[in-house]
């Protein structure tokens, strides 16, 4: 689908729609013969890079131990009466710790805000967390094309 579809997000209704949202849901690949591992997750979006910050706990239920370079899928959608909104970006998962990437990652760390929500069933501070970052190699918003009947 070309950018000029009145059903794709220009990059500044996706910006303007990424910053107003504030969970989604990750996927990680499993392999050809099983189905993704999809969970919910709280987010921050950099608006500057377009990247996108993770709290992940790996090693939990919901999260394999190593997921640094894992590909993975992640969604954000809204609906309301004016209609749906959703944004898909995919890539693999950079840890945040790992050097090469440490400069750039500390600064888009400081423009985003990850809300800390509870979905695990335990108090969050009882959890150790990571810190990742998905530079996208795909990012697609969409919406809704109302239609008067």
């Known amino acids: 689908m070309d950018d000029e579809s009145p059903t794709q997000m220009n990059s500044e ?11 989604g849901v990750i996927s990680f690949s499993r392999g050809i013969d099983s189905p993704p591992q999809s969970i919910p997750i709280s987010y ?3 608006q ?5 910050y993770f709290r992940l706990a790996p090693g939990t239920d919901n999260v394999r131990a190593d997921v640094t370079g894992q590909a993975v899928t992640f969604v954000t959608y809204e ?7 959703s944004v898909i970006a995919s890539g ?3 840890d945040v710790e790992e050097e090469s990437i440490a ?23 009882e959890i150790q967390f990571g810190f990742y970052r998905l530079d996208p190699d795909s990012l697609t918003g969409r919406k809704e094309l109302k239609t008067e009947i």
Request: proline share 6%.
């Open 44 to 46: 921050g979006y950099d």
């Open 92 to 94: 693999q998962l950079e």
């Open 79 to 85: 609906q309301t009466d004016d209609g749906w909104r």
């Open 103 to 125: 400069t750039e990652t500390l600064a888009g760390l400081e423009r985003v805000h990850i809300p800390l929500i509870d979905m695990f069933g335990v108090p969050p501070g």
């Open 13 to 23: 209704e996706r910006d303007k729609f990424l910053e107003t949202r504030e969970t």
């Open 48 to 52: 500057v890079e377009h990247d996108f």
